[in-house]
């Protein structure tokens, strides 16, 4: 019997299978593959000369965590511009501030990281950014990328002024004589977005490594990047993916989610096509295109079945948006399915919801059943009556669970728009597993934060991991702690077309592991969220290990 390349003895295994017998709690890797699986006895035997052990004391170890909804090379560029993400609003003119005095030589000043709770009415106006940013174009991300914070100069290079018309699918914030504000919302957005330089080849590269490094310490080895969108940088960030995996520098497991322009048809897929083949190579896969429902439900943008309610609690004639209408929805996603190309849907509020289940049934009733595994990532709001479809039509209902908790973008800037009944809809995680639906989950970084253990402690709890001695948020849609590693790891691996390699801990499949520094299940322990990743592996190869700290 040949020897094992890398052996765990005394581990807390979670496999994540159906448990049946003695939980395992020793596992072998031989040539990048789990070799065995069970208790010591079956382990120890091969153990041989040159086997590197590890002898734990009841560590969890667990599948590698895969996101199935994440934007990491967008992320850390941002991270690498104007990043407001870890500040507080007063903080905001001192950074941006500084950042324009370090960088003279940037023709623009890029950044995100503002939030809508930060401003009045969620807008912020750009005398403010004027009087930060006077000598050039200035243009800010929100956080969770539905609105955009310019100045004056960046609104006078795209020629947005007072007379200009709203363009389809996208808001701009006018002052009361009709000029723009300053917040740009969804397709609005790309009226100045296409003027931003692009960042060098060279810097994508630097960006994707980097967060590589980021995902990897939190025992992420896979990923689906939803931010694949065609402006003038997503050749580079495709470019960055093909590069690093014909190298081998690539270590995770991507798929690249590509854009559909909602101001195209159908003919954008002969191209998307030619994208998946030229695309994947290595461990990066191109046969997913996301599309765009709706907005968020904090900027009043997430399409609505009713109408929103104002700050007074009265019904106001505003249902949000439909960046995709429902019919020319519908003819998107049953031609990519024809094409046999996975369907990634942004969808926030039910009408959304329900319109992205219309499509998937549409392309099953044009074209017939398929294994593309069409999922819809974010599912805030969802129809009672729409519960039951996600398992009739195997869409994967694809989760951010750390949005689903009370924290001041739900309860200043969504719970009073939706009213008492549809708050009650929100985030229906068990629900939804209760109607027959698959969970996949994400993180949605650089929107939150990327860490799964934070993400599956609010699965777990409903409680923002900031405040837990907080009230939790619906109770009822709480998840087990089995169900919520499982969406972490198989449910994503589904999505990702990556489940019959990895995402449980079973012989012959590939070994990527994660290792953290606890038992979760152990009675009176510190919370979830608090548990932290050890080492890393893909394929048995240490792709992380946590630093030791230094003694005294």
Known sequence: MQAADLVFLGATVEPITPRSGLAPDSLAVTAGRLSAVGGRADVEELIGPATRVLRLDGETLLPGFQDAHIHPVQGELTVMQCDLSELSAHQFDEAIHAYGARHPER???????????????????????????????????????????????????????????????????????????????????????????????????????AVQRRLHAFGITAWQDASVYDTNACALQLEAYRAAAEAGSLAARVVAALFWDPRRGVEQVEGFVAQRASSSVGRLRAGTVKIWVDGVVEGLTGAMLDPYLDERGQMTDSSGMALVP????????????????????????????????????????????????????????????????????GATANMQPIWACHEPTMDERTIPFLGAERTTWQYPFASLLRHGARLAAGSDWPVTSANPMLEIEVAVTRVSHDERSGEPFLPDERLSLDQALAAFTIGSAYVNHLDAETGSIQVGKLADLVLLDRNLRAAGDAPIGEASVQATWVEGTEVFTKPMRAPG
């Open 326 to 393: 429902p019919d020319a929805l519908q003819e998107a996603v049953t031609a990519l399915d024809r094409a046999g190309l996975q369907v990634h849907l942004h969808a926030i509020g039910d009408a959304a919801v329900r319109s992205a289940l219309d499509a998937i049934e549409a392309a099953r009733g044009a074209n017939g059943p398929s294994d593309l595994r069409h999922h819809i990532a974010h599912i805030q709001v969802i129809h009672p009556a729409d519960l039951r479809r996600f398992g009739e039509l």
């Open 107 to 209: 023709e623009w000043i890029v950044g995100a990281g503002w939030s809508v709770t930060d401003f009045p009415d969620a807008a912020p106006r750009r005398a403010a950014l004027d009087a930060l940013v006077p000598d050039r174009p200035a243009f800010l991300w929100s956080r969770d990328g539905h609105s955009a914070w310019v100045n004056s100069r960046a609104l006078e290079l795209a020629g947005i002024a007072a007379k200009t018309p709203d363009p389809i699918g996208g808001l701009i914030v006018r002052d009361p004589d009709g000029s723009p504000a300053g917040t740009l919302r969804e397709g609005a957005i790309s009226l100045v977005e296409e003027l931003v330089p692009p960042l060098s080849a060279e810097e994508h590269a630097f960006a994707l490594a």
